[in-house]
């Protein structure tokens, strides 16, 4: 089944490595669209994963894909992906 992942992460305004944070998260979930915006934080935070399955999939097909990974458990990994890069800039 194909799916989309999108996922959203905040970054300092003052952020100088956002090649390098696009290129280690695109590592690890190569085939995610990653988008960042800037924000009032203190280092890059996942706010937001999304999960689009195949609408053509039959409902067993999607509720299997959710059952396997869905935006929390993505997101989780995002968090802890982001927790082994080095966030200064």
Known sequence: MNENIHI??????????RDRLVQFVQAKFPTAEISLVHQEVSEPQVIETLIEHDPSASPAQTAEAI?????????QKVVDA????????
Not at 8 to 17: T, V
Not at 67 to 75: E, I, N, T
């Open 8 to 17: 959203l992460i905040a970054i300092p305004f003052e952020y100088s490595d």
């Open 67 to 75: 059952a396997l990974q869905d935006s929390s458990s993505v997101m």
């Open 82 to 89: 982001l927790a082994c890069i080095d966030h200064k800039s």
